[in-house]
């Protein structure tokens, strides 16, 4: 055969007919220098804010050495810069431009935008969006409140455990697989009131799939109060959830005076705005729970 007969073949075998490169097995083509580099990125994610070379090397089982010529790189990229105080090492502005890259590719954030900053400014609280990361949940957007003082350390990007908050409780409420995920365990308690028995959590989890939202009493904060919504998409999947989250003393009674079924509304207003055709009247249903 020849070179170009070879050539072509070879092009066939990347693009053509039934065969989808992305969607080939991809262990054999796995870099374990990039894989390296991925790992200490993530344990800034996962460990972080602020680490030192050391405790990189924790979080990621790489030697001083190897762990050190990698992050000396990343610094020469501006994926990782030097903090303010001692010897830790933080996310540079190369990777917050990246970030920012990937949040304005979210359809869901850039359509919920609007319909979310006017719920804030009715409610004068924090309102925040994310989504479904494995066992957490990871913030995809954060409108602060208007009110002067503000007690949570949510952040955009920030990963929490699911079980343990409004928002994770309506998305795994609606994901079965990760729910079975979830349940197996361990469930962490950040707060003495965190429901961590797996028959308790998936009872709550019923509740909410069946009224349609989550409320988070101090479960991840103890002086913080939270309510959630589901956001669908076009084919109905749940993909993201939005809440109304602030002090215990503002948010309590504020639960019995419609604040469950305005964040409903949104959250269904927001779903509409990306195709899902919303079915139904919107239950005002406001007991306070503790789900």
């Given at each position: 055969?020849?070179?170009?007969?070879?050539?072509?073949?070879?092009?066939?075998?990347?693009?053509?007919?039934?065969?989808?490169?992305?969607?080939?097995?991809?262990?054999?083509?796995?870099?374990?220098?990039?894989?390296?580099?991925?790992?200490?990125?993530?344990?800034?994610?996962?460990?972080?804010?602020?680490?030192?070379?050391?405790?990189?090397?924790?979080?990621?089982?790489?030697?001083?050495?190897?762990?050190?010529?990698?992050?000396?790189?990343?610094?020469?990229?501006?994926?990782?810069?030097?903090?303010?105080?001692?010897?830790?090492?933080?996310?540079?502005?190369?990777?917050?431009?990246?970030?920012?890259?990937?949040?304005?590719?979210?359809?869901?954030?850039?359509?919920?935008?609007?319909?979310?900053?006017?719920?804030?400014?009715?409610?004068?609280?924090?309102?925040?969006?994310?989504?479904?990361?494995?066992?957490?949940i990871i913030y995809l957007e954060k409108l602060e409140g208007l009110h002067a003082i503000g007690l949570m350390s949510s952040r955009v990007g920030r990963t929490v455990p699911a079980h343990c908050t409004a928002l994770g409780r309506v998305l795994l409420a609606f994901n079965p697989e990760a729910t079975e995920e979830i349940l197996k365990g361990p469930l962490e308690a950040?707060?003495?009131?965190?429901?961590?028995?797996?028959?308790?959590?998936?009872?709550?989890?019923?509740?909410?799939?069946?009224?349609?939202?989550?409320?988070?009493?101090?479960?991840?904060?103890?002086?913080?109060?939270?309510?959630?919504?589901?956001?669908?998409?076009?084919?109905?999947?749940?993909?993201?959830?939005?809440?109304?989250?602030?002090?215990?003393?503002?948010?309590?009674?504020?639960?019995?005076?419609?604040?469950?079924?305005?964040?409903?509304?949104?959250?269904?207003?927001?779903?509409?705005?990306?195709?899902?055709?919303?079915?139904?009247?919107?239950?005002?249903?406001?007991?306070?729970?503790?789900?």
């Amino acid at each position: 055969m020849t070179a170009d007969g070879e050539w072509f073949i070879t092009l066939e075998f990347f693009s053509g007919g039934d065969c989808d490169f992305h969607q080939m097995k991809t262990n054999a083509y796995r870099t374990r220098s990039v894989e390296r580099v991925l790992a200490v990125l993530d344990a800034f994610i996962d460990a972080g804010p602020n680490l030192t070379l050391m405790q990189v090397c924790e979080a990621t089982g790489l030697t001083p050495s190897t762990a050190y010529r990698l992050m000396a790189n990343l610094v020469a990229r501006g994926y990782l810069e030097p903090g303010r105080e001692g010897n830790a090492y933080r996310l540079g502005l190369s990777a917050i431009r990246m970030a920012g890259v990937a949040l304005g590719q979210l359809d869901v954030r850039v359509k919920a935008a609007p319909l979310m900053d006017e719920l804030r400014n009715r409610t004068r609280e924090t309102v925040h969006l994310a989504a479904l990361d494995g066992r957490h949940i990871i913030y995809l957007e954060k409108l602060e409140g208007l009110h002067a003082i503000g007690l949570m350390s949510s952040r955009v990007g920030r990963t929490v455990p699911a079980h343990c908050t409004a928002l994770g409780r309506v998305l795994l409420a609606f994901n079965p697989e990760a729910t079975e995920e979830i349940l197996k365990g361990p469930l962490e308690a950040p707060t003495a009131r965190t429901v961590v028995d797996p028959k308790a959590l998936r009872a709550l989890l019923a509740r909410v799939s069946d009224q349609g939202y989550a409320l988070d009493l101090g479960e991840h904060e103890p002086e913080v109060r939270c309510v959630a919504a589901p956001i669908r998409n076009h084919a109905g999947a749940v993909i993201a959830a939005m809440s109304v989250s602030g002090p215990a003393q503002r948010i309590e009674p504020m639960l019995t005076e419609g604040l469950v079924t305005e964040v409903v509304n949104v959250a269904r207003a927001i779903s509409g705005v990306l195709g899902y055709l919303v079915g139904g009247r919107t239950r005002e249903v406001v007991e306070i729970g503790t789900v």
